[in-house]
């Protein structure tokens, strides 16, 4: 029996009609820690994001255009239907519920892992067609016999030194601001905002240093709720001497439970089992946790820690660069093992405490999924022709990288040159952005489109995300894209966030130049306002080899020299003589 089947027969003694499982945790994290990975345990999909519904006689699962491709191959077989996320002709999970769930029917899923407003929109479909909501069964512990243990990793704190503000005054910010609201509460339940905010670090989800954990701020206390067995005593003396209460992580709802007055929450981030603990006396400000900004804007340490970061992520990238075009062809080299030899490259640098995210190498066809992952299965191996993209990043004492390159291993077709053109063309036209205060991604996010759209190309994902500061490598509220509540954040100094248009042709091949920028002041004027523009702070070559030179205009080739300039400049202090002979070459004027 598969376990979507055994999922049926738990649901029916249940008396459960539909039971829906998500991709997130307790905490809406983006990725996850295995204990919470049942949506890939039912269906197979391996993908970071997706929502599984599971009807008794049909089931549904709902992804996004990076994993289009990844889905339909791993759902092959398994009676579990596709639903492409905002494409026409595909209804959203909430329509399909809306249509398909009616009267006196039962929809259940944990509520620990769904947030407040994805349950109040359930809640509100319920009351109209007239059909029950249970939230507090876990099927999957019927279901799940051998499921992971949640993670019991030490944590640790982040030096001041790197991050450039202590736990004491990130917490007079946040008193200020629950001052300005007229709040008594501010409950924080998203795993990157309460390590930055309390500046420990964890290992309890993988490529992301956080930990599984809990916060409630006062005017005059600040909790921690956490496994009391993560903490050593160095961790509990200097929480302690920053003013922060420990709690064992299960006392959350208990405490919600004595709230009064008023309190500040994001329900986009809090679930709604620990919601539900809060009694209906208190008034609930619902808003970005405020934490969520500050962090996202980089003071000077954090900046000046981030280049440093930066440059030794360029000299490791670098030697891969040159290894991978002198050895293709001479060794076996194959997606998984190029993987491997990168992050031995980057362990060898300062500071250096692991990837920031599972490493996607990708050779031809397998780059036209966003997020292709080798197996042992789909491995394959390097020839001295097409391209291979990688797209990569660590995480440092110092800063978290992103960086993704598509290198050019041998001939390529003249589709494949121009395509690798318009990716930089559409690269530039963003990095070059020179915009007024109050800009938000949204607004932006036609520079990197255009130069595709013009050739009647798109891709079906972001341009840009924010990126945290050792921490997690997607990091918001700041986000590149046409559309969404992300995207329409206003776009200020300090914040730091990616540069990745890219062109993915099924069955072909696929493309992505990504970068990191960091937004800063430009000009300023009585008449216009305050300009703002980006700065480019990964250093690495772009390949000149999948170049057509004819389709760049004059002011993208001196994009393109500039930006190369800098790369050797900044890099080659650090390389080795036959290292910066190979950069010398790679960065070459065009």
């Not at 205060?437 to 009647?456: E, V």
């Not at 924010?466 to 990091?475: A, D, K, M, R, S």
């Not at 002041?521 to 702070?537: L, P, Q, V």
């Not at 990964?538 to 993208?556: K, Q, R, V």
Request: aromatic share 10%; with cysteine; proline share 2%.
């Amino acid at each position: 029996m598969s376990n979507l089947e055994k999922l049926r027969e738990v649901m029916k003694k249940e008396n459960i009609n539909y039971y829906i499982i998500p991709s997130s945790d307790s905490h809406q994290s983006e990725y996850v820690a295995d204990y919470f990975k049942g949506r890939e345990f039912i269906s197979g999909f391996t993908g970071s994001s997706g929502t599984l519904l599971v009807g008794l006689d049909k089931a549904y699962l709902w992804t996004d255009g990076r994993y289009f491709i990844q889905a339909a191959k791993e759902l092959l077989g398994t009676g579990i239907e596709l639903m492409k996320m905002a494409i026409p002709g595909y209804p959203s999970l909430e329509e399909w519920i809306k249509d398909n769930v009616k009267e006196d029917k039962v929809l259940g899923f944990d509520g620990r892992v769904v947030s407040v407003k994805q349950y109040e929109i359930y809640k509100a479909i319920a009351n109209n067609n007239k059909f029950k909501i249970v939230m507090d069964k876990d099927l999957l512990e019927e279901v799940w016999l051998n499921r992971p243990q949640l993670p019991k990793y030490k944590i640790f704190n982040h030096d001041e030194a790197f991050c450039g503000k202590s736990t004491k005054e990130k917490l007079e910010e946040v008193r200020k601001n629950m001052i300005n609201k007229e709040a008594d509460s501010f409950i924080l339940s998203s795993l990157d905002d309460i390590a930055w905010l309390y500046n420990i670090r964890g290992n309890d989800i993988l490529f992301n240093p956080v930990a599984l954990s809990y916060a409630i701020i006062t005017r005059n206390e600040a909790n921690l709720y956490i496994d009391l067995d993560k903490l050593t005593e160095e961790v509990k003396t200097k929480l302690n001497s920053q003013g922060v209460n420990i709690f064992n992580y299960n006392e959350i709802e208990e405490h919600v439970r004595t709230i009064k007055g008023t309190v500040l929450l994001d329900k986009n981030k809090l679930n709604a089992k620990v919601f539900s603990a809060i009694s209906k006396e208190v008034r609930v400000i619902d808003e970005l946790n405020y934490t969520t900004k500050l962090k996202a804007i980089k003071n000077e340490t954090e900046i000046a820690s981030m280049e440093k970061s930066q440059v030794r992520d360029g000299v490791a990238m670098v030697r891969f660069m040159k290894w991978l075009k002198e050895n293709v062809g001479k060794e076996k080299i194959s997606e998984i093992s190029a993987a491997k030899k990168l992050t031995s490259i980057r362990a060898e640098g300062e500071n250096y405490k692991g990837d920031s995210f599972n490493t996607i190498a990708a050779y031809k066809e397998h780059a036209a999924m966003m997020h292709y992952s080798a197996t042992e299965k789909t491995d394959y191996e390097l020839k001295e022709e097409g391209m291979f993209l990688v797209d990569s990043g660590a995480q440092y004492l110092d800063g978290t990288t992103d960086i993704t390159r598509t290198f050019i291993l041998g001939e390529i077709t003249e589709e494949e040159r121009r395509d690798f053109t318009l990716v930089l063309k559409s690269h530039i036209g963003l990095a070059s952005a020179k915009f007024l205060k109050g800009t938000t991604g949204m607004n932006l996010d036609i520079l990197a489109r255009g130069p595709l759209w013009k050739y009647g190309i798109d891709y079906k994902c972001g341009t840009g995300h924010g990126i945290g500061f050792f921490l997690n490598v997607h990091e918001g509220p700041q986000s590149i894209r046409p559309t969404g509540e992300a995207a329409a954040t206003v776009l200020e100094a300090g914040m730091v966030i990616t540069n990745e248009p890219g062109v993915y042709k099924e069955g072909k091949y696929g493309i992505r130049t990504e970068n990191t920028l960091i937004v800063e002041k430009y000009m300023a004027s009585e008449e216009s306002g305050e300009f703002y523009k980006f700065r480019t702070i990964s250093y690495c070559p772009i390949d000149l080899d999948g170049l057509e030179l004819n389709l760049l205009t004059f002011e993208e080739k001196e994009w393109l020299n500039n930006y190369h300039k800098t790369v050797f400049e900044k890099l080659s202090p650090y390389l080795r003589e036959d290292e910066v002979e190979f950069l010398k070459k790679a960065t070459r004027e065009v």
